[in-house]
């Protein structure tokens, strides 16, 4: 999987497929879309993906806090709530799950993407060490990755999307998908955060 995996978990179908059609037709895959927290936590424990988008109110409960909690305890990955609730005291208790957005429905399309780069850029910030360099990953791995592929995952973490990757380069989008998809063999891993939080493994 090379593109930006989302996945959705959203109890209203029609929303739910609403977004993954948004989504789709931007650089982003929605391979997995959800209803309910079972259903979250079993995506969680079986996709890869980079970023959640997140209902809070899942079936008529505060569902959405609970699998916050368990992104936060177990997967290490960045999600933003994507809502209808607007009170203080949901917002409240938002907070303290750290989100790293909060759209409120209805949403706009380029306020969704906003969110989502500006969530993916500043997650990946966070996890970047302090000296990011190909030989210095490269001590740490048996295949080594090229300058061209450093380069892309020097874009991984300031959060660039495959389309913007092919433009900065001048390639094809497919080019791009090669070369990620090598960088992911290379790192023995399946996706953009699984390649952040093992780059900080690797450069503690």
């Known amino acids: ?6 996945l959705v978990v959203e109890d209203d179908p029609l929303i739910a497929e609403d977004i993954r059609h948004h989504l789709t037709n931007a650089d982003y895959s929605a391979q997995t879309v959800v209803h309910n927290k079972a259903d979250a ?4 424990a079986t996709e890869s993906p980079d970023i959640v988008l997140l209902d809070i109110n899942l079936g008529g409960k505060l569902d959405g806090f609970e699998v916050a909690e368990a992104i936060n305890a177990h997967y ?5 709530y994507l809502t ?10 938002a907070k303290f799950t750290r989100p790293m957005g909060y759209i409120l429905k209805p949403f706009d399309e380029a306020d969704l993407f906003s969110s989502i780069e500006i969530a993916l850029y500043n997650f990946a910030q966070r996890q970047k060490p302090a000296k990011l360099t190909r030989e210095l990953i490269n001590e740490q791995i048996l295949d ?8 892309l995952l020097e874009h991984i973490f300031d959060g660039l999307t495959n389309k913007l990757m092919s ?7 497919n080019t791009i998908k090669t070369h990620l998809k090598s960088i992911y063999g290379k790192l023995n891993v399946h996706s953009r955060t699984e390649a952040i939080a093992k780059i900080r493994v690797l450069l503690p």
């Open 167 to 173: 433009e900065r380069h001048f390639v094809s989008i």
């Open 144 to 151: 080594k990755l090229t300058e061209k592929e450093f380069e």
């Open 76 to 80: 290490h990955l960045p999600f933003l």
């Open 41 to 44: 936590l079993a995506a969680l």
């Open 1 to 6: 999987m090379s593109e930006i995996n989302v």
């Open 84 to 93: 209808s609730y607007s009170t203080k005291s949901i917002v409240e208790q």
